[in-house]
């Protein structure tokens, strides 16, 4: 007789990697009303239901369709540590055996969930400790909207995820398409919604893409300036030698014409004798004299084989009353969670580099780390 091969072993599709479009065409390809894609978010994102065969506006045999082949997937907590000032870091475990980590930082009336958007950085920015790690790859549409679900959950009545900030680790616009799609069912009615002001977004200067964000998904944006020089700017964020200041501005002044009394944040972290002085000060106010913009200055956070010093806070205070006095509302950010690593730029979880960087680091030595 014959042996009939066994037909492989089909995946899953997992539908937390859709948005309301994606999971609409999904559905017309089965061919579903599109309408189905708004009963799912709710029975997922609001009523937090995995089990298809619960959903019960769905048809019996499109809940036996959805079991069979369909899965709710997100990474998994794997480590959980809670600091002394409320903050909670997660470490979540991939498919893949990465780890990425995901910060929420309670505060008076909100709660704000810090989310990763790759394993590791590609890019090098010098006082940052994920780009130490190196890179290994894009996290999915599910992989980022995950770190809001499996947060929540945890949670529970605890607090609500009321703010999400792209900050965690990875630069956002360069896994633009999975980042988009997460923040769309971050803002989605049917899913998270929160308001676009509670959705930020924090790119390092990807020009291109900050164009391509503001023609497609109007959340709010926050750029990791640094340096008010091409100079200096190409040496702490190196992406500048490709997208220079002057371009990078014109993106800004291009994003914030999207509605009236709109801004931009800029964040500028404080590293002592590098880009703290009063001049540094009056440079940036020129610099921003035409954008609509906010300053948030954040206290350099320290990791192993840094040498960066954080200014001082008489100097912190010196550039931010400066900036203030000059029109700028500036504001200086608040370092929490620092007693388990969760702070800014502290972010590292556990990535198998593939861009070597991690290894190229080590052989050159640890001095020339930053
Ligand atoms: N790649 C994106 C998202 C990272 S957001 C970006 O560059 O914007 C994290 C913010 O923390 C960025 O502004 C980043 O420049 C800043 N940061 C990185 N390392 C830091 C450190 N050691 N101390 C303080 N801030 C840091």
Redesign the pocket.
Known sequence: MNSVPEPAKLKKTNLLDFDRKGLAAFFVDLGEKPFRATQLLKWIYQEGLTDFDLMTNLSKPLRNFLTENCCLETPEIVVEQHASDGVYKWALQTHCGNRVETVFIPEEGRGTLCVSSQIG?A?A?T???TAQQGFNRNLSTSEIIGQVYVAQNRLGKEARVTNVV???M???LLNFDNVVAAMNLMMDDFAYGLSKRRVTV???GVVPAMYRLTEVCDVSL???L?AVTDELRDELVPINKKYPLKELMEACRANAKLAPRRTVTF?Y?MLDGVNDSLEDAHGLVDLLSTVPAKINL??????PL?SYRCSSNNRIHQFKTLLNDAGIVTTVRKTRGEDIDA????LVGQVKDKSRRHLKLKLAGAESVV
């Open positions: 950085c890019l920015c006082f940052c400790s792209m900050m965690g990875g630069e956002p924090s790119t390092s926050a750029v990791s640094h964040e972290v954040i206290p350099f956070n320290p990791f840094s702070a800014c730029g502290q």
